[in-house]
């Protein structure tokens, strides 16, 4: 008799004796070969199938990121028959083996949008081994355990028309969920830093971004929700295609270091002034996004050449936001300059 084919997978156990889960990491090319066959069963999963229309607007998404990834983790729901083994039992007895055959995998509880978008995005063989994903495994008992397993996450991570605001007028969360959705900004912002050391590898620090982000929530121009927090920071993740210093930096071809002695790039009033613009082509009309960033590019970022002396940090901030608006023709007539 031709025993079935196992897979053995590195997890971090969690959860209780009535419904077991595991936390792992896993590369695409292991994640498709384990939920091939959930996708092809159309109507008889418990989970949502496929939508190719939300699929497509991922990808769309990841080609204008320039980056194929996912920092919610993907939830397949197994079986019982998959057996959980430590590594030491005395000290790390969370951390083991799971070993499970090939029919444990029962369904896709959420995530199956992210793998569909796959076929929709341009992908080389070799990322599909080395992009890693994060994958939430979960213990059902059972068809009818699973169904109710998966119509309970599905009211959970599913809402009806405009997302509700995630933040709303905390500066501190939304940031979080721009970060989480921006490369650009998880390389650039250093999350914990109210300032920066001269030679710190990053541009901006925390502080200064949740500052700039305050005062767009007090403005009122957006609401501050988890669909706001997609679009902004898909808006920062451009930035390095449209000023090509940031662009070295994200390359790793300049440092900060060199940044702050020939840019006004790396200082708190030009990241203020930059995420007021982008906020003002996130609110302004779609096709002006394009546009603005190609203006964005003509600005003069150099030190040297800054008509501005003045050293109170709150009229520099306003300054500076008020030419880059004017450079990206984004002031209304009424506002412009005297």
Same mark, same amino acid.
């Given at each position: 008799?031709?025993?079935?084919?196992?897979?053995?997978?590195?997890?971090?156990?969690? @959860?209780?004796?009535?419904?077991? #889960?595991?936390?792992?990491?896993?590369?695409?090319?292991?994640?498709?070969?384990?939920?091939?066959?959930?996708?092809?069963?159309?109507?008889?999963?418990?989970?949502?199938?496929?939508?190719?229309?939300?699929?497509? *607007?991922?990808?769309?998404?990841? =080609?204008?990121?320039?980056?194929?990834?996912?920092?919610?983790?993907?939830?397949?729901?197994?079986?019982?028959?998959?057996?959980?083994?430590?590594?030491?039992?005395?000290?790390?007895?969370?951390?083991?083996?799971?070993?499970?055959?090939?029919?444990?995998?029962?369904?896709?509880?959420?995530?199956?949008?992210? $793998?569909?978008?796959?076929?929709?995005?341009?992908?080389?063989?070799?990322?599909?081994?080395?992009? #890693?994903?994060?994958?939430?495994? $979960?213990?059902?008992?059972?068809?009818?355990?699973?169904?109710?397993?998966? =119509?309970?996450?599905?009211?959970?991570?599913?809402?009806?028309?405009?997302?509700?605001?995630?933040?709303?007028?905390?500066?501190?969360?939304?940031?979080?969920?721009?970060?989480?959705?921006?490369?650009?900004? !998880?390389?650039?912002?250093?999350?914990?830093?109210?300032?920066?050391?001269?030679?710190?590898?990053?541009?901006?620090?925390?502080?200064?971004?949740?500052?700039?982000?305050?005062?767009?929530?007090?403005?009122?121009?957006?609401?501050?929700?988890?669909?706001?927090?997609?679009?902004?920071?898909?808006?920062?993740?451009?930035?390095?295609?449209?000023?090509? /210093?940031?662009?070295?930096?994200?390359? @790793?071809?300049?440092?900060?270091?060199?940044?702050?002695?020939?840019?006004?790039?790396?200082? /708190?009033?030009?990241?203020? /002034?930059?995420?007021?613009?982008?906020?003002?082509?996130?609110?302004?009309?779609? #096709?002006?996004? =394009?546009?603005?960033?190609?203006?964005?590019?003509?600005? =003069?970022?150099?030190?040297?050449?800054?008509?501005? *002396?003045?050293?109170?940090?709150?009229?520099?901030?306003?300054? !500076?936001?008020?030419?880059?608006?004017?450079?990206?023709?984004?002031?209304?007539?009424?506002?412009?300059?005297?």
């Amino acid at each position: 008799m031709i025993q079935e084919p196992t897979i053995n997978i590195p997890v971090l156990a969690a @959860g209780n004796a009535k419904r077991r #889960q595991f936390l792992t990491t896993l590369s695409l090319k292991s994640i498709l070969m384990l939920v091939e066959p959930i996708i092809q069963k159309k109507t008889t999963g418990a989970g949502l199938r496929e939508n190719l229309l939300a699929a497509r *607007k991922i990808a769309t998404l990841w =080609d204008q990121r320039g980056e194929i990834e996912s920092i919610k983790p993907i939830v397949i729901a197994i079986d019982q028959t998959c057996r959980f083994k430590a590594l030491d039992e005395i000290n790390q007895p969370g951390v083991g083996m799971l070993e499970c055959p090939f029919s444990s995998f029962l369904d896709v509880c959420d995530g199956i949008q992210r $793998i569909a978008a796959l076929r929709f995005t341009l992908i080389k063989p070799a990322e599909i081994s080395a992009n #890693q994903w994060p994958v939430h495994l $979960i213990e059902t008992h059972g068809a009818d355990d699973l169904a109710a397993f998966t =119509d309970q996450l599905r009211h959970q991570t599913i809402s009806k028309g405009r997302p509700a605001p995630v933040i709303k007028h905390d500066a501190g969360k939304w940031f979080t969920a721009i970060l989480a959705e921006s490369r650009f900004l !998880r390389q650039a912002v250093s999350v914990r830093k109210s300032s920066l050391a001269r030679r710190s590898s990053h541009l901006w620090a925390g502080s200064a971004m949740v500052k700039a982000l305050a005062n767009i929530l007090e403005s009122r121009v957006v609401e501050g929700t988890a669909e706001d927090a997609q679009e902004f920071a898909a808006l920062w993740d451009r930035l390095p295609c449209a000023i090509p /210093a940031l662009g070295d930096y994200a390359a @790793g071809s300049i440092k900060a270091s060199q940044l702050r002695m020939e840019s006004i790039l790396t200082q /708190a009033p030009t990241l203020q /002034a930059l995420a007021t613009v982008l906020v003002k082509i996130l609110t302004g009309p779609d #096709q002006s996004a =394009d546009a603005c960033l190609a203006k964005i590019s003509q600005f =003069d970022w150099s030190i040297a050449n800054q008509p501005t *002396k003045t050293k109170i940090r709150t009229a520099l901030r306003e300054e !500076r936001t008020r030419r880059l608006l004017d450079h990206c023709g984004l002031t209304p007539p009424t506002e412009h300059p005297k």
